[in-house]
Each structure stands twice: as structure tokens, then as C-alpha cells.
């Protein structure tokens, strides 16, 4: 059973979530893929957190690791630590696990298409998902969907109950999705591109509810995207992963006011801004590395403009810079924090 969740007193409340070295492998015949490689990080109570990097860094493997949905074979969590109230999941017998999927921690898939099963109407799917967990009739389940589909703000919930995903619009059957993953009210929201394929607008008004509901509920949420932008109104804290490490890890302000990390810089000059003329909008050089044979030392440095001798033979060491932020980068290996000027009063 989780711990208590109130804090002792006189010292700081334990972290919701605990992510501790984990390291996440896939094998195959043309090698070992590496996709979580010692990833640790930690998300407090009602905190939102932003996962960031391009396609391949790891982002989602991440997510998927918590929720122990690594498809094995070929897939396998081969170390690490994940504790959620106390708890370590990885050493949970599968039904226990299943307890804490939807009800501790849930999660809003990137292709509602394929997250809804198409032959069941959207109601019997989330009343299904709460009987599950809950001692309740039919009928009261039922009304627990319709009254999370009201919730997610689907017009006329009691008819859309009724019908089937293929009469749902994409936003609609995001929204769906969003009420899927909330039914059984948990702590921990995992958002894995919860906008992909959606138009602008529709995608505002996502984000919009994710953060709403996040706020209204005091919900952890772990926002995974590869878009700044995207989570920049969103997030508190970002964690920016490059081949299945992450690189940094900062607070907003911190990030886009001044990023550490060559490739966190290098992604934010990569924003596209109407107020930035076409030779201002810089785009990252060179492509990801090869997930079965990445660079000795630091996987970014054959795309790193600040590239040194010992970033090609020499992995760099997540260390903690300005107070609880952290960045992974032989620049700031000698690195300093500035003084602040004390201002006398007389």
C-alpha cells in the first residue's frame, strides 16, 4: 500500500514519483537499443513536468516504463528504481501493478484512434475502466462515464456516451481519452504527445483542459512532447532527454531564460518565431545517432558546437548547478554559480 501521503513535520514532503538510474533495453537481432539509459528524476505532488526531445531520444519509453507497458519481448526494464508513494513498482507482482494503472497513475495515449477500442461505444469503455476498480453497479458506473465525459466538456454527454469512436471527431476522441485516463481520479497523469495529429486550435483547447484539470484537481502530471512551445505554458520543470539520457534538468525560467545544455539551447533557437526573420531560426545540425552504435563519450557531441576533446572519449555526469538544477555536459564540469552582490543599507 502507498505510504502516507502527509508529510512529517518540520521536513519536506516525500516526492510523488521517484525515478531512480532506470535503464530500459530492447533486444533484437540487429543489437541492443539502449532506450532508457540510467534516466532518474523526481515529480512532486500537483507538479508539472515536461519530458522534451526529438523523436527516439527516449521520451516515451520513459513514460511507458513507469507504467511497466514495456512490450517483452524484445523489450525489458533491466535496472533501476521507480517509487511512487514508497513504493518500488518494479518489484510489484503484475495484478498489483494493474492496481496502480488508472488508479494511482494514469495515462492519455498520443493515438486516440488506436487507444479506443472500436467496437465498443465510448461510455462502456471509461464505465468499464472505473468497474474494474471500484464495487459499484452497472448504472453507477455508467453514470460516472457520462459524468466524466461532461467533465472533459463533450457536449451532450449522455448521447456521446452511447456512441462509437468512429463517430467522434479527433478532439473529441482526445477528450475521451483525457476522461479515460481520469475516470479513477489518480495522483499521477502521464500525457504522451496528447496533441499529435490534432489541427492548432484543437490542440490549444487540449492543453487547456489537461491544465485546467490538472490545477482544479491538484494532479502530477508528466507531459511528454517533442515541442517546446507546446509545454511552455503547461509545464513547471523541464527534463530534456537526447539518446535516452536526460541532459537537463531545469525550471521553466530557468530553461528559457538561460538553457545550460548545447542541445537545450540549440532546441530553443530552433523555435520557429514570427517575430525571428528565416536566417534567425537556427536548425540543429546532423541527425540523431544511431540507436544501436552512439558516439563514444557524449552522444550529442557530433551535432555540439561547444564540442571538446573529452566530450568524444568521456560520458559526462548528471551534476547539480544554481541551487536543485542539473545538467549532464563536460562545459560545466568546473562550473560556478554567481554570487549574488550583497548591498549594504547604511
Known sequence: MPVDKRKLKGKEPLPLLEVRGVQTYYYTDFGVVKAVDGVSFSVRRGEKVAIIGESGAGKSQTGMSILRLIPSPPGRIV???????????LKLPEEEMREYRGVHIGVIFQEAAQALNPVYKVG???????RVHHDCTKEEAWEKAVE???KVQISNPEQRAQEYP??????MRQRAIIALAMVNSPNLLIADEPTTALDVTTEAKIIKLINDLAVKEDKALIFITHDLAVAAGLCDRFLIMYAGKIVENSSAMQLFSDPKHPYAQQLLEALIDVSKSEDEIMAIPGLPPDPYNRPK?????PRCRKVKAICQEVEPEMITIEGDRQVACHYYTDY???KLKVVSSS
Open 166 to 171: 468512429h463517430q467522434f471527431s479527433g478532439g
Open 297 to 301: 563519450g557524449c552522444s550529442f557531441h
Open 79 to 89: 535496472g533501476g528504481e521507480i517509487i511512487y508513494e514508497g513504493v518500488d513498482l
Open 124 to 130: 462502456t469503455q471509461i464505465a468499464d475502466a472505473y
Open 336 to 338: 560556478q554559480a554567481p
Open 148 to 150: 466524466m465525459l461532461r
